[in-house]
């Protein structure tokens, strides 16, 4: 099982750097659609949408997504209304618990969560938006190691009995040291991280880790509420798309107002 999580995950990676490195905007806006429709067909049967329904849906999302992302300012507005989504919303529904709810309202909040990571991921600039998957992957595997080392206080057990306030706390030095490192040697983001600038540039980065984990206990209490263990089965040893983005759904629109407010996106 190890074996073939490591497998696939060196394969999309290998895959992912390929299309963001050597795809022009266009093009790599539509390998971000087509990924995104398929997570808009998971999300769509979590919800318990009928065949028919979910196959309409994940269409009409990977289309809307890459007509949005060749539209000027599409992704600034999508992006502000996603990041009042994570920030607000969201942590609502993980505190009053999810509830039943018609088809309509659970596709409608499928929207919310992958039409503007969408038009994040094809708006920002390839090293940007690799730094912010980057911070992503080091807070889950900080926020790993220190939980497994460390953790003895559950964070929300009846979401996902895995994860702990140590565990939570591992992940936001691992953040906050890596941000450091990133601004040390870029370039662009050095001239502008500079003297009091420091403590926003470093809030951010809390910020994005805090989503980071509000993203990863919301697709958790979804598939909690459908009863699934995983949102699929495409990725051997990973399970679904939505598996795999679910951090990322909450932290790219805000990562890319944050970078535009820097005038580095």
């Known amino acids: 099982m190890l074996l073939t999580r490591v497998l696939t995950a060196a394969v999309l990676?290998?895959?992912?750097?390929?299309?963001?490195f050597l795809l022009d905007r266009s093009q790599f806006s539509m390998v971000v659609s087509l990924v995104v429709g398929i997570g808009a067909h998971e999300w769509?049967?979590?919800?318990?949408?009928?065949?028919?329904?979910?196959?309409?849906?994940?269409?009409a999302v990977a289309l809307g997504c890459f007509w949005l992302a060749q539209l000027a300012?599409?992704?600034l507005w999508i992006c502000a209304v996603g990041a009042l989504f994570w920030i607000s919303v969201a942590p609502y529904f993980l505190v009053t618990g999810?509830?039943?709810?018609?088809?309509?309202?659970?596709?409608?909040?499928?929207?919310?969560?992958?039409?503007?990571a969408a038009l994040a991921m094809s708006a920002l600039p390839p090293r940007h938006l690799l730094m912010v998957l980057g911070l992503m992957w080091i807070s889950d595997t900080a926020a790993y190691l220190a939980g497994?080392?460390?953790g003895r206080r559950k964070l929300a057990p009846s979401i996902s009995p895995g994860k702990t306030w140590e565990g939570v706390a591992g992940g936001a030095i691992g953040c906050v040291i890596y941000a450091i490192i990133w601004a040390y040697f870029d370039v662009?983001?050095?001239?502008?991280v500079q003297g009091?600038?420091?403590?926003?540039?470093?809030?951010?980065?809390?910020?994005l880790c805090a989503l980071g984990i509000v993203g990863d206990l919301f697709e958790s209490s979804l598939k909690r509420q459908a009863g699934a263990k995983d949102s699929g089965r495409l990725l051997p040893g990973h399970g679904g798309?939505?598996?795999r983005v679910d951090s990322a759904t909450a932290t790219l629109p805000v990562a890319f107002l944050l970078m535009l407010a820097m005038g580095t996106a």
């Open 196 to 207: 009091f600038v420091w403590i926003p540039f470093l809030a951010g980065t809390l910020l």
């Open 73 to 75: 300012s599409g992704a």
């Open 98 to 116: 999810f509830r039943a709810s018609p088809v309509a309202v659970g596709l409608a909040v499928g929207l919310f969560v992958l039409v503007p």
């Open 148 to 150: 497994r080392a460390f």
């Open 44 to 59: 769509a049967r979590l919800v318990k949408a009928r065949p028919v329904i979910a196959a309409i849906f994940a269409v």
């Open 13 to 20: 990676l290998a895959a992912f750097l390929a299309a963001l």
């Open 241 to 243: 798309v939505l598996d």
């Open 188 to 192: 662009d983001l050095r001239a502008r």
